[in-house]
Every structure is written in C-alpha cells, then in structure tokens.
C-alpha cells in the first residue's frame, strides 16, 4: 500500500481598488480619511472596485461617493497599476490609479467615508497615507511629459 502525498497551494486574498489623481489647475484634490487605517490622514479619493465593475467605473463612482466630483469614467487615463505587497496595512491591495483635469470651477464636498475634502498644491502634498505620495508624483511626471 503506497500513501500518495497531495500537495496543496494557499492562493492569497487579494482586494483590487481603484484611486483617483483630480487636478484642478495646479492643485490635486485629497481627502481626510474619516476611518482606519490612516484615520485623519490625506490620501486620494478611491476604494474597492465591485463585482462586474471595471476599475475606471469604479473610479469615477468612488470620486463621486468622496468627494462629489462627477467625471466620465472615459476621461480617466491610466497612471499606473500599484501592487506592492505591503502597500496597505490591512492586507494585499492592488490598485488601478487613474488622472483626470477638471475644470476650474469645481467645488468638491465631503461624503461617504470622506471626513473632510481639500485642494493641495500638486507640487506639495506630503506624507500622504498609503502610497499616495508616489501615486501623485507618477501622476504629475506623467502630466508633465504628455
């Protein structure tokens, strides 16, 4: 009698988000995080893309529930995918960020888990919650050369 040995593979969660660069003139909008982690931080409008939902319509409506900025999902350009495995506390987080201009005339407000919204200098946000800080700077190298 032989004993066959299975071998099994522990597959990792991973939650997939979308966040959002908005840029009014010189400024990127934030908002301050109204809860854990990072709870009173600056960081991007964003959050979990739903089932049967695409990352850019997950950005646009994320954008919207923040911070009440509407935009077509199709103004949204790609800065990048961030995959870094200790990017989020809370566990293995993967997330599309996108860019897009409004015009000038945009007044944001706070909503869903927003406790609060603002206007930053593009050039001056600093020690932004997650990885936002590189996110942004992608966003502006990526402005800059297009």
């Known amino acids: 009698m032989t004993t066959e040995t299975v071998e ?18 010189t400024d990127v909008l934030l908002i301050m995080r109204g809860d ?3 709870k009173g931080r600056l960081a991007l409008p964003g959050g979990g893309v739903d089932r049967g939902e695409t990352s850019r319509a997950a950005a646009a409506r994320e954008l919207l529930e923040e911070t009440g900025v509407v935009v077509d999902p199709d103004a949204l350009v790609l800065v990048g995918v ?9 566990g293995r987080v993967v997330t599309a960020a996108y860019v897009v201009t409004v015009s000038d005339g945009t007044t944001p407000r706070a909503g869903s888990d927003a406790a609060a919204v ?24 990526q402005l800059i050369t297009s």
């Open 82 to 90: 961030y995959d870094r495995p200790d990017r989020d506390p809370r």
């Open 8 to 25: 099994t593979e522990t597959w990792e969660t991973i939650s997939y988000t979308a966040d959002v660069v908005c840029i009014r003139g």
């Open 118 to 141: 603002r206007w930053v200098p593009l050039d001056a946000p600093d020690d932004l919650a997650f990885d936002h800080g590189e996110i942004v700077a992608d966003a502006r190298c």
């Open 36 to 38: 854990a982690p990072y």
